[in-house]
């Protein structure tokens, strides 16, 4: 689609009958509506949409029938089967939900539950995680690092997307904690690898894309497609042990040194809610092949904040950068993700790669911040270089024009790794 397409749900008079809903600062306006499964006191999980501090709980709102007609959805605890449907019924499910908490709305007698007194879940099944590298200015840090300044970009990045297949079975949930890795290690001046706990642990701030509408196999998906095929986004940390990638990552790229754990934000910031914020990307050094040629702006602009809390201090704000600076945009991705005739499916999760901006402040992991360890970070109480055991690293993102759409934290604690056992 070539330019945003809104509607009354993007109205910016719009108002909730949940007052805390209608701050201007508020992350959960009625204008964002965003998924997410939850439960209470262990009970079972239930999907719900998050208005104000409040959550309205829609698996027992659809029991009662209040969500019109369609097939049933939200049944299963998961959001897998309203992303597996035809995309003219998740707008038309925004609207619904947009009526029922309208401050206009007749009855307010809904199952809301606070979202204080919850416990969140993954909002959805995670089918494949894939992560690219679509920041320019990260690429350009990292081969800067351990490359060639002048030549800090390989000669293929300004043309294809560049990814790799991750692990799905360890993406988590925020507030779940990580443990540190054990892995191979080996310092340059090493005569031969050891084994230990990584001790160059990093986070890396990214967005995640969630895949609702997939393609056949053999069958490519156009950019147009693409983007209309993602269902919503969230924040993304992909946990990444430097040390341990240094070492494994030729010829084939990442494995051990980032597939113990990835975090994800427990709120699915629609796509639809993101229409207000699309974005032209930066412009581009070289023409990309017209299959990845985009007919309108398919970036968000999206603040992203990260910080660090070392255990029992106070977390202390890091960075500061924005989702409109990845060269390549999540629809880009996807298209190339298909080109080859890769099946893509609903509940499929990309990463956009880390983010990093122009300046110091807004690069997005501590190997940057730090110019991989050589300028220490101040947090509360000391510095860091890299991860220690008990910080905790939290992300937030927002988009903000008369309303916010925030996508609420993305955190993560970093636990002692384990013992070896022989
Ligand atoms: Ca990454």
Redesign the pocket.
């Known amino acids: 689609m070539s330019a945003p397409r809104l509607d009354e749900t993007h109205d910016p008079a719009r108002r909730s009958w949940v007052e805390s809903a209608n701050a201007p600062d508020c992350d959960f306006p009625i204008q964002n509506l965003p998924y997410g499964v939850f439960s209470e006191g262990g009970g079972a999980r239930r999907v719900g949409v998050a208005i104000g501090n409040m959550i309205l709980d829609l698996t027992a709102t659809e029991a009662q029938g209040r969500l019109g007609p369609g097939a049933p959805v939200f049944g299963e605890g998961v959001l897998n089967p309203l992303m597996a449907r035809p995309q003219a019924d998740w707008d038309e499910m925004r609207r619904r939900i947009a009526g029922l908490l309208d401050e206009r709305a007749g009855a307010r007698d809904l199952p809301m539950v606070a979202q204080g007194d919850v416990e969140m879940h993954l909002p959805a099944y995670i089918r494949g995680f894939t ?1 690219f590298y679509a920041s320019r200015e990260h690429a350009t840090n990292v081969g800067s690092m351990f490359r060639d300044p002048e030549n800090a970009l390989l000669p293929n990045w300004l043309h294809v997307p560049i990814g790799y297949n991750g692990r799905a079975s360890t993406v988590v949930v925020s507030g779940t904690e990580i443990t540190r890795p054990l892995g191979q290690l080996k310092a340059p001046d090493d005569e031969a690898p050891r084994l230990g706990p990584s001790e160059r642990l990093d986070f ?1 701030v ?1 967005l995640g894309a969630l895949v609702g509408t997939g393609n056949a196999m053999g069958q490519p998906m156009t950019t147009a497609e693409a983007f209309d095929a993602i269902f919503g986004y969230v924040l993304l940390n ?1 946990w ?1 042990a430097r040390d341990i990638q240094v070492w494994e990552y030729q010829p084939l790229g990442p494995f051990q040194s ?1 597939a113990f754990g990835t975090t994800i934000s427990p709120w699915v910031v629609t796509r639809a809610a993101l229409e207000p914020f699309r974005t032209q990307p930066p412009s581009r050094v070289k023409p990309l092949l017209p299959y990845l040629s985009e007919a309108g702006p398919n970036n968000f602009d999206i603040v992203i904040e990260g910080d660090l809390a070392p255990d029992g201090c106070a977390p202390r704000t890091i960075l500061r950068t924005n989702a409109r600076w990845l060269y390549y945009s999540a629809a880009q991705q996807l298209a190339h993700h298909s080109l080859s005739g890769c099946a893509m499916e609903t509940g499929d999760l990309l ?1 956009s ?2 983010i990093s901006g122009a300046e110091q402040d807004s690069w997005g992991s501590l190997l940057e911040l730090t110019w991989n360890g050589r300028d220490p970070v101040q947090v509360e109480g000391g510095t860091r270089t890299f991860l220690q055991d008990g910080d905790t690293v939290t992300l937030r993102g927002w988009c903000q024009r008369r309303y916010r759409v925030g996508f609420g934290a993305c955190a993560g604690t970093i636990r002692p790794a384990p013992e070896w056992r022989k």
Do not use: F, H, P
């Open positions: 992560d890396e990214e992909d990444s980032k990463g790669g880390t």
